[in-house]
């Protein structure tokens, strides 16, 4: 490992690099210095300056995966950064367009001071709890199409808008997010893994759309249950929820008091407790799953607790 740090030599190189300060009279302002950091690891590049707050991470040779085991890295660069950081203003991550192609199991969460990341086209999958916790984090941008997107972007409570990309697979969780007030998802989709996560948008109060919400598609859970999936998602009015595997609903829209019209398709079992609190719900459609033989799975009007609910209509898929 090379770390370019004041005076300080590293034994593990074999040619030693001074560390860069940048010319006050090209980086200056208010007669303050800048100041360039840099460091690599396991065929990983990192490269910082605090005058754009911009930290560049390249691949160096092979193609690879930022994966699990730089996790002290991480915690390394966020102190360095904390340290350069003159102006203690959110940092920006870019990736080179070549070089790294995809993250398994890293997370980001270490660097708190982290606003915007920016993914490159060519980056082919995220997996993992890669921005849990990320609190300053407003922004990010994925390439245009990904193979995998299977990660955690909870409790990232400054984050307002997610566009995501076109995928093959996809399954994250955005509970916690709640200054999120938009989720959409691409008109072409692959196939989306929901239930890994039972959490997906849980106290994303401030949720008002989700645009282009795809199919619940096949995978290797014979029965999804969608947990609270939904909870406290104060601000969305309707939801629509279309299923290729059986699901199971359980508080699932509890607290979602501004929605009037919930769908929900192949339906396998649904307690009354799922829409506690939904007080302004008017509508509420259950497709049953094939294989129900009840006719009312565990819903009744008078356990819903939806004192303004006018409609029922619970019927199997087909009809």
């Known amino acids: ?171 994250i969780n955005f509970s916690g997010c709640k200054g999120l007030e938009v989720v959409k998802f691409p008109k072409t989709t692959g196939r989306f893994l929901f239930g890994s996560w039972q959490s997906t948008f849980a106290n994303c109060c401030n949720l008002r759309e989700i645009i282009n919400f795809p199919t619940i598609s096949a995978q290797t859970y014979a029965y999804v249950i969608l947990g609270d999936t939904f909870r406290n998602c104060k601000k969305l009015n309707k939801i629509e929820i279309k299923s290729n595997v059986k699901l199971g609903l359980s508080e699932t829209f509890v607290g979602c008091e ?15 407790g799922s829409f506690y609190g939904c007080a302004n719900l008017t509508a509420l459609t259950l497709k049953l799953h094939s294989d129900v033989t009840t006719s009312r799975p565990c819903v009744c009007k008078e356990y819903l607790h939806t004192p303004n609910l006018i409609s029922i209509n619970i019927e199997r898929m087909g009809n």
């Open 258 to 272: 501004s929605a009037h019209d919930i769908y929900v398709e192949n339906v396998a079992n649904a307690d009354g």
């Open 1 to 171: 490992m090379g770390i370019f740090l004041g005076k300080r030599k590293s034994n593990l190189l074999k040619k030693l690099v001074a560390p860069v300060v940048l010319s006050s009279s090209l980086f200056s302002s208010a007669n303050a210095m800048y100041h360039s950091w840099k460091m690599e690891e396991e065929g990983v590049g990192f490269v910082f300056n605090d005058k754009s707050n911009i930290l560049w991470i390249n691949g160096i040779g092979e193609k690879r995966h930022l994966c699990d085991n730089n996790k002290k890295m991480v915690k390394l660069i966020n102190d360095k950064i904390s340290k350069l950081n003159n102006n203690n203003e959110g940092i920006e991550i870019r990736f080179a367009k070549k070089g790294i192609i995809g993250i398994k199991n890293f997370s980001f969460c270490e660097i708190k001071k982290l606003k915007k990341i920016s993914f490159p086209d060519g980056f082919e999958n995220i997996e993992g709890e890669v921005f849990r916790d990320c609190s300053e984090l407003e922004e990010i941008n994925f390439p245009k199409k990904m193979d995998t997107l299977h990660c955690v972007v909870s409790e990232c409570k400054k984050l307002k808008r997610i566009v995501l990309p076109e995928f093959k697979k996809i399954d």
